[in-house]
Each structure stands twice: as structure tokens, then as C-alpha cells.
């Protein structure tokens, strides 16, 4: 029974990027038995390695049924020999890297396996294949390796996010609870008091404070979905995507927003994106708020415009250009780091969230001072052709 939870799609795509084919496993044919034949030897090696190692030494000192990781290892490279590449080789090497999250195994000597893996499988091709028939195996036992080393550390990696996800959404729900409890009590106890008062200021400041912690913890759990999520690739209109998000924008604040002039003008070959079109909605939601909130309400101006890309017709770059003040150097190298903000009632996870986002399209956000005054805010993103274009 296959295993659940293996990203089978992402798998196979890693496979065809590698150009591991159906033609290259028919050439491994004639020699998978010279490499099974020496699963022990392989075993031995690669204990061998570890043991000279200090802190995988202490892991197969204390190994709790002796003789057990050579026969597990044994049986590892035969199976990576006698398998095809399906599913099931596909959902065995996932599970390894799960079980190296699981064991705390630092993947730094996972690497290092996969090395000592390629050199003994080197050295028997080197040692038994002839010479004429040796380059085309290497290339073959590369492929084969690489895609062995990129889905375990995959699985490594996603399932190491995911923990340190869980842990972060856990804090946040025990945390918004209690914050929205606070919330409530502190209003409740303002309409007790005089206006006038000091300590009816006090609380009113208490809850501008409540306030920016319960914005934080839903801009917390929007960080961490972005994070795990996967985009839903298609073709998305950003001209009409940025006008559902300043039409959003105005809405929430339209005391502060509608005075603010916003200028639209896509070049009609940098209008159409590949992505997803909530993420790059949430992108551009934070993108602008953020321009929003930095230029005055009644003087100020915005103005996004598009572009190819220069040198290239893959890439579009989307230019956010506000007249609010301009940052320093060091500010704006701070700005996409969680829980930094410039603003006093800031969460720090607006730039951040859109960052991820950027990079989960292929993209980048890059940000730098207008000499006239203000900040251009650029986004780079994988161009999507339209019917009809060049």
C-alpha cells in the first residue's frame, strides 16, 4: 500500500526535471546484478565511514539491536538496484527522509551519504564495466542518485517546516484566545469610566495594544498557510486583480484611502502572470497597504505600473511606486524578517507574507528609495503569454 502523504506530482516532476528516463533504466539492465551482488561490501563501507565520524559514532555505538543498520542499509541497495522508479521507490525514499526528522539525523550526514553512496558505486563501475560502456552507467547512477538525494532532502525539509509550522500555529491559538478575552474586558471596563480620565486613556491605549496583538496572530497563522501551501498555477489578469484588492483596501479605511490618488497603467504584455491567484491577490493586498499606510492621506499617490522584463520576455516586473517617506539601508533589509516593523502598530508579517509568496512564484520582491522622494516597491514575476501576443 502506498503512503499517504507522499507528494507524488512533485516527485515525478523532480524525476523529468533530472531527465531520468524509462530508456535509462533499460540500460542499467544488464549490470544491476554486479552492484547487488555487493550489498554487503556496500554495508560494511558505510558503516565503516560513520564509525570514523564522532557524532555518528555515538548513534551506532548505541544501536539498540546489533548488526540491524547493516541490514538495513544492505537491503537499501539492493532495492535501489533491483526497483524501478515508481511509486513505490518514490514513497520508500520519502519515508526516509521523514525518518530522518524523526530520529533528529542532522541532514548534513545524509548528504554525506549519498557521497560515500556515489564513490563505492564509482569505484565498481570503474573497477568491473569496461571502459568503452563505463561513461554512460555514470551518467545513468547519477541521475539515479539525484533524484535519490533531492526527494529524500524534500521530505527532510518539508516535514521539518511542518513541525516548526505546528508549533508556531499552537502558540498562536493559545495566544489569540485569551488576547480576544482581554479585548473585551478592556472595553468593557472604559464604558464604566469617565472619558475624561486618565485611566480611560490608559485602557484605551491597553486596547490599540490588544488590538495589534490579535492583528498579529492572524497575520501568524496567514504566514504560516502561505508557507505550507502550493500554489495553484494559471493564468492570472493582474489588472483586474489589482483593482479587487484597492477596491478591499479603500473599504477597510475609506476615510484615509479614498483621498489617496492611485494610478494604474499595466503594459498590455506585462499584464498576464503565471500563479495563483488568491496568493498573488494576498501578495498585492499587502504590497499596497503597506503604500497605503505610507504616504498622507490627502496629498499622496501611488502609481503601479508593468514591464517586461529586461533581457528577457519570461519575467514581468510589477513597479509599486509610493511618495511616502523613504527608508534607510538598513531598514529596508529588515523589513521582510518576521515581527520587524517600522510602524508602531505594525505586526511585521505584512512584507514578510508577501515575500514568501513572491518566492513560492519564482519571483522576487526588491525595494529602493525614488530620488524624488517616496519608495518603489518591484516585483518580479514569471510572465504568462496571452491569446494573441508576441
Known amino acids: 500500500m502506498l503512503s499517504e502523504g507522499v507528494p507524488y506530482g512533485k516527485l515525478y516532476f523532480i524525476k523529468e526535471k533530472i531527465g ?6 533499460q540500460a542499467l539492465d544488464p549490470y544491476r546484478e554486479i552492484f547487488v551482488q555487493r ?19 555515538l548513534i551506532l555505538e ?7 543498520l547493516k541490514k538495513a542499509w544492505a537491503a537499501w541497495f539492493e532495492f535501489f538496484f533491483r526497483t524501478r522508479l515508481d511509486d513505490t521507490l518514490l514513497a520508500y525514499l520519502w519515508r526516509i527522509g521523514v525518518r530522518h526528522v524523526e530520529v533528529n539525523l542532522d541532514q548534513r550526514f545524509s548528504n554525506l551519504g549519498f557521497s560515500v553512496i556515489r564513490q563505492f558505486c564509482y569505484d565498481i563501475v570503474l573497477s568491473e564495466i569496461p571502459r568503452d560502456q563505463a561513461a554512460p552507467l555514470l551518467n545513468i547512477l547519477n541521475k539515479m542518485l539525484d533524484l535519490c538525494l533531492l526527494i529524500e532532502t524534500e521530505a527532510y525539509i518539508t516535514h521539518t517546516t511542518r513541525c516548526d509550522l505546528e508549533v508556531m500555529k499552537e502558540v498562536a491559538d493559545r495566544v489569540r484566545n485569551p488576547v480576544t478575552v482581554i479585548g473585551g474586558n478592556i472595553r468593557r471596563l472604559q464604558k464604566k469610566l469617565d472619558a475624561t480620565s486618565k485611566e480611560y486613556d490608559l485602557l484605551g491605549r491597553l486596547f490599540v495594544e490588544n488590538q495589534r496583538l490579535e492583528r ?25 486583480l489589482i483593482g479587487l484588492v484597492l ?45 497605503f499606510e505610507a504616504v498622507a492621506p490627502d496629498t499622496g499617490f501611488i502609481e503601479i505600473s508593468s514591464r517586461l522584463e529586461d533581457g528577457t520576455t519570461r519575467n514581468m516586473r510589477v513597479e509599486i511606486v509610493n511618495t511616502g517617506a523613504p527608508l534607510e539601508t538598513q531598514e529596508m533589509e529588515r523589513l521582510f524578517a518576521p ?14 507574507i508577501a515575500q514568501v509568496l513572491a518566492r513560492k512564484h519564482y519571483g ?24 494573441g501576443d508576441e
Open 20 to 25: 531520468l528516463s524509462e530508456g535509462d533504466l
Open 339 to 352: 515581527f520587524y516593523s517600522t510602524k508602531v502598530t505594525g505586526t511585521g508579517f505584512g512584507l514578510a
Open 39 to 57: 550489498k554487503d561490501q556496500f554495508a560494511q563501507h558505510f558503516y565503516d565511514v560513520f564509525e570514523n565520524i564522532p557524532e555518528t559514532h
Open 364 to 387: 522576487k520582491i526588491d525595494l529602493e528609495p525614488v530620488s524624488e522622494g517616496g519608495m518603489r516597491v518591484t516585483v518580479t514575476l514569471p510572465r504568462a503569454e496571452r491569446n
Open 62 to 68: 548505541h544501536e539498540g539491536r546489533p548488526g540491524f
Open 247 to 291: 477596491e478591499k483596501l479603500r473599504a477597510e479605511d475609506p476615510a484615509a484611502r479614498n483621498g489617496v490618488n492611485v494610478n494604474v497603467n499595466l503594459d498590455r504584455r506585462a499584464r498576464f502572470v503565471t500563479g495563483d491567484a488568491d496568493g498573488l491577490q494576498l501578495l498585492f493586498y499587502y504590497l499596497l497597504q503597506n503604500s
Open 216 to 240: 498579529m496572530m492572524q497575520d501568524i497563522r496567514v504566514y504560516m498557510e502561505v508557507f505550507a501551501g502550493e500554489p495553484r498555477v494559471r493564468k492570472v489578469d493582474l489588472d483586474e
